[in-house]
């Protein structure tokens, strides 16, 4: 069973960027779709991006400009990419395993929430 652990979040100005890692323990990364979600102080948890295991990319429209996932297997590493950071980008952000289909991606069944890394845009 793999273990995903967030890191890389902080404070940063409007404008400004951030890369954020999701490492990965206990198993190998490269069978894994992950994916990378976020919750704002009193909002539900939302879809970022998420990333097949060949690569493969899916970005809800609203996330589509400013945020770039990534991955390199022999890290065991995920990576989200956030650049042009708004205010309303602060929240907590998690990864997790997923499941891609019907236009979408969701948690998988066997994925787990973690402790998250947190991001506060400063205006």
């Known amino acids: 069973q793999v273990q995903l652990v967030e890191s890389g979040g902080g404070l940063v100005q409007s404008g400004g960027s951030l890369r954020l890692s999701c490492a990965a323990s206990?198993?190998?990364?490269?069978?894994?779709?992950i994916g990378w979600f976020r919750q704002a102080p009193g909002k539900v948890r939302e879809g970022v991006s998420c990333?097949?295991?060949?690569?493969?990319?899916y970005y809800p429209d609203s996330m589509k400009d400013r945020f770039t996932i990534s991955r390199d297997n022999a890290k065991k590493t995920v990576y989200l990419e956030l650049i042009n950071l708004k205010v309303e980008d602060t929240a907590d952000y998690y990864c997790?395993?997923?499941?891609?289909?019907?236009?979408?991606?969701?948690?998988?069944?066997?994925?787990?929430w973690g402790q998250g890394t947190q991001v506060t845009v400063s205006s």
């Open positions: 997790t395993r997923v499941d891609l289909g019907g236009g979408g991606c969701d948690q998988s069944r066997e994925g787990s």
């Open positions: 206990g198993s190998i990364l490269d069978n894994y779709n």
């Open positions: 990333i097949r295991s060949d690569g493969s990319t």
